[in-house]
């Protein structure tokens, strides 16, 4: 769990993610639509890969990935990130992150 609040809080925008998931390539699109730039965890690529995974479903993410964290917290999965945006409240969380100036 320590790994991922660290890694969740070395950038304004984190992203955990696998290579293989047709939902992360959608919410990195959509990130780098937006004009951020996150960091972008690919944990089938990572060597601590498991442990991150299941960090991250203690956290109460499930499934696992993607895994969104803005400002170092826990924003939530693709589907909590759509709902984020679809009310407008995504590109001002980060903004106030400082992942985007506008």
Known sequence: METVRELASKKAAVI?????CCMCHS??????ELGASP??????????????????RSLGCNPAVPAVFIGGQFVGSAKD???????????QMLINAKAIWF
Do not use: M, P
């Open 16 to 20: 955990f993610t696998k290579s293989s």
């Open 39 to 56: 960091a972008v965890h690919e944990l089938d690529q990572d060597a601590n890969g498991r442990e991150i995974e299941r960090a991250l």
């Open 81 to 91: 990130v759509i709902s984020l945006h679809l009310d407008g409240s995504l590109k």
């Open 27 to 32: 919410i990195k699109a959509l990130f780098y």
